[in-house]
């Protein structure tokens, strides 16, 4: 279960988008999913899968450990997709189920949304693969300055979504040794019902939640002992600075969505043979 995990892990390799300011990642990650939400049909789809590939190959993180983030989701993929197959009843019908009823844009719409998610989660997960959670709260922080401006406690929100990141793997790692704890202990939590595999997991979660809370006051005794607060004046060891990679990025970045626009609008688009109108 741990060794899956992906979200909030580093892949520590020299690569163009490792050393990209924290700023510009965020940046064109936002650019990213704006672009996963503008697509209207298959060829933009393609874009932003040609971009997250790109990217990722870029990087120099192994595509399978990218691919590892799906197994999260794959039950939302799935039920999101049944879903929207039964609630959209637009064009040709393919056949019925009861009352229910499975036409082309049913069929269509769910693919839209399961590729959407997808290439959500493969994106963000990329972020974290190539930026450590101290660049991501950095970034972060200098990104929401002008927030300070209404009394917005910048730096304290940039500190716990960089905590909460970093918690992600420990808490895994400590659910797998609770589950082997309470299998040495004659614990079954693969066999029976979904009622039976539920109660089964009352013994993982009070321990979990136990040392959830544990962990939380030693972090917090850490940081007192060693006087940490979050002053407006705070020094920091590394400064953000810009290069002309990051320049490179943002244009990158830039066509991405611009292509996207392009697409969307039919420009150089060849003839289907045959059209995807709910697509």
């Known amino acids: ?20 300011d924290p700023r510009i990642k965020f940046i064109i990650m936002t650019v990213y999913i704006v672009g996963v939400f503008l697509v209207k049909h298959i060829y933009g789809f393609a874009v932003v899968a040609a971009f997250a590939i790109l990217s ?3 990087s120099r993180v192994p595509i399978l450990s990218v691919l590892k983030s799906l197994k999260g989701i794959i039950f939302i993929v799935i039920f999101t997709a049944v879903l929207n197959v039964f609630f959209h009843t637009e064009g040709k019908v393919y056949f019925t189920i009861g009352k229910l009823l499975i036409t082309e844009g ?5 693919l839209k949304m399961a590729l959407r998610l997808i290439l959500l989660v493969l994106g963000t997960t990329l972020l974290t693969y190539t930026t450590t959670p101290m ?3 950095d970034g972060l922080e200098r990104l929401m300055t002008p927030l300070t401006w209404i009394k917005i406690p910048v ?13 992600i793997p420990i808490l895994m790692e400590e659910v797998q040794k609770i589950m082997k704890a309470q299998r040495a202990r004659g614990a079954e939590f693969d066999r ?17 939640f136990i040392s959830a809370f ?3 006051d030693e972090l917090a005794l850490a940081l007192d002992a060693r006087c940490y607060n979050a002053t407006p004046n705070r020094t920091r060891y590394k400064k953000l600075k810009m290069h002309y990679r990051d320049f490179i990025a943002f244009l990158a970045g830039a066509a991405y969505i611009v292509l ?4 969307n609008n039919k420009f150089w688009i060849p003839t289907l043979t045959y059209s995807f109108p709910f697509i």
Request: net charge positive; glycine share 6%; aromatic share 8%.
């Open 1 to 20: 279960m741990a060794r899956d995990l992906t979200l909030g892990q580093y892949y520590p390799v020299e690569s163009f988008v490792h050393k990209l």
């Open 56 to 58: 990722t190959l870029i």
């Open 106 to 110: 049913g069929v269509f719409f769910a």
């Open 135 to 137: 660049a991501l709260t």
């Open 155 to 167: 730096h304290d929100i940039a500190i716990i979504m960089s905590i909460s990141l970093r918690f």
């Open 192 to 208: 029976g019902g979904l009622v039976k595999r539920a109660k089964a997991l009352l013994p993982i979660l009070i321990p979990l």
């Open 214 to 216: 544990r962990r939380a």
């Open 260 to 263: 996207i626009v392009a697409v």
